[in-house]
């Protein structure tokens, strides 16, 4: 059951294949091998933890560092290098890991190092001699295969404690959901490796395949279509603020995305007109999924051959999916919103150090509880709506951020918005606006708010619209609602 053995299988088995290709470099299967395998001689060398911090960029070097923590029978921790100094202090010190995997180019631009005994910095490693021969470590299906950390939305960071068996069961059930041919598919990597997402979806899963992967380490338009060009992707998983940028790029052609085949959106709800926007330019329909960390990634991803907008798809293979009235528990109908719950071997073991929160994760049936709000069609077809959390309650009527702002997306000059509530006496909450405009576009509230009047219930119309440079993002572009505080209430006229 460890998920490092059919990687190591499938690169050997093709040692003189393009496996990987980044910014700097391309990487055949055996060379990846014999640097994984000398990486692993160095972190014996130094490491005492059973923790190993991996601190890279989207790179050929990630896959090489987990495939060489996993030989040497330590746990890969993927970092956020996106964090502040105490932000990244608090995961390190939380996973118990003395050694931290790094590359200079990467401090350099983070401007500090993590605070433990040993940086090992890949790029002044020595990792193509040949190394000794020697059989790496393996697993069982429950021992621990990596710590993720939440990106703390509801707090303080949390370590997921994902096993060899649900990383593992993450790469089967996508290869049974997604029809892949090892020789004919190429992965366009655009998303940060320490992302679920980017781990097993883009990193993991070609590996094991034996597709090839094309990484790039920032996501800078441009080089995006550029590499679309050279390497002619089958498969991009991406996020809405990604293909929304895309958008902008005038030079970008139909001809660039046609070699596309599967293009999907996961990490936050995709806008319908950067949806429609897409489409009626590049003649591609971005398909919807859905994961989170606790899942190990996927574990809904709308297939082309059953698209349906909005929809993020059936359950994948194995994954038990219910949709429950928030209240009583009890499961709901086709078509009537409810807290999401799923189950299936893809499922977190718990989150590291905090068996209180464990077992509130999971309800009496076994099922995590996702705190996302759907509903589910009578085919089984999933439809995300809202977060439980960030339900507001206007004048005793349940609204959801998404609600609105998918409306005042389409808006006029609208780039991106954030709705939230704020307190009101008569209302209890009403909901209120926030907007990033597009270049060159003027900003009109009462414009914004009667295109909304047009689409929304009156109780739904956004009480204010205020206009900000930048709409703040989470490294993996969900909108960051929490950072928004709403205005003071404007005087009744």
Known sequence: MSVHLPILRSLLTAPFREAVVDDARSYRGIEMVVAAANLAREIDRVCDTPTVGVLLPTSGASPIAFLACWMS???PVPLNYLLKQDELDVIVEDCGTDTVLAVNLLLDHMGYQPKVPNVLKVDELSLKRVPPVKWPETFGEGDLGTLLYTSGTSGVPKGVELTHGNLAAGVRIAR????????GDVFLGVLPQFHCFGLIDLTLLPLTLGCKVVYSARFVPTKIVQKMRDHRPTIMIAIPSMFNALLGMKSAKPEDFASL?????GGEPLPDAVAKKFENRFGVTIAEGYGMTETSAGVNICRPQEYRPHSVGPAMPDVRQRVVCTESGRD???GVDGELRVAGPTIMRGYKGRPEETSRAFDERGFLRTGDMAR???DGHVYITGRLKEMMIVGGENLFPREVEEVVNKAPGVARS??????????GEVPIVFVEMEEDAEFDEAAIRSFARESLAPYKVPREVHRLDAIPLGPTGKVLRRELTPPEAMPSS
């Open 332 to 334: 709901l109908p086709p």
């Open 418 to 427: 954030a709705c939230i509530p704020r307190k009101d006496p008569n209302r």
């Open 176 to 183: 049974q959901h997604i029809d892949l041919s090892p020789t």
């Open 261 to 265: 085949r599967l293009c999907v959106s």
């Open 376 to 378: 589910q069609d009578t």
């Open 73 to 75: 029978g330590r746990v």
